[in-house]
Nanobody, 127 residues
Framework: QVQLVESGGGLVQAGGSLRLSCAAS????????MAWFRQAPGKEREFVVV????????SYADSVKGRFTISRDNAKNTVYLQMNSLKPEDTAVYYC????????????????????WGQGTQVTVSS
């Protein structure tokens, strides 16, 4: 079992920045690819970004490419999401997710490939 706790959400003006953190506890997160998804009111949960177990491979949704950066510190069992140039359309609840994998470079944007989820953190971007 892995427990994921997100933090760092809040209210920010358009063009601003936020840094989300996802702390994992329980079984080590080193065996998991880690991802961020988000869900806006009335919309389905959507993929934002993923980082492989090794940290070498990443993939971003087109909507955030060039503005968001994911990183992980395996020694601290923590994943970060640096969000810059935020837009009102980035407003959503952001969820951290962990997916078991045997392959160090494996990534996935499919939410069904993730086994554990955090409770979510609200990000609100005002115009």
């Amino acid at each position: 079992q892995v427990q994921l706790v997100e933090s760092g959400g809040g209210l920010v003006q358009a063009g601003g920045s936020l840094r989300l953190s996802c702390a994992a506890s329980g079984r080590t997160s080193v065996s998991y690819r880690m991802a961020w998804f988000r869900q806006a009111p009335g919309k389905e949960r959507e993929f934002v970004v993923v980082i492989s177990r090794s940290g070498v491979s990443t993939s971003y949704a087109d909507s955030v490419k060039g503005r968001f950066t994911i990183s992980r510190d395996n020694a601290k069992n923590t994943v970060y999401l640096q969000m810059n140039s935020l837009k009102p359309e980035d407003t959503a609840v952001y969820y951290c997710a962990a997916g078991r994998t045997y392959y160090s470079g494996a990534i996935s944007s499919d939410l069904h490939d993730y086994d554990y989820w955090g409770q979510g953190t609200q990000v609100t971007v005002s115009s």
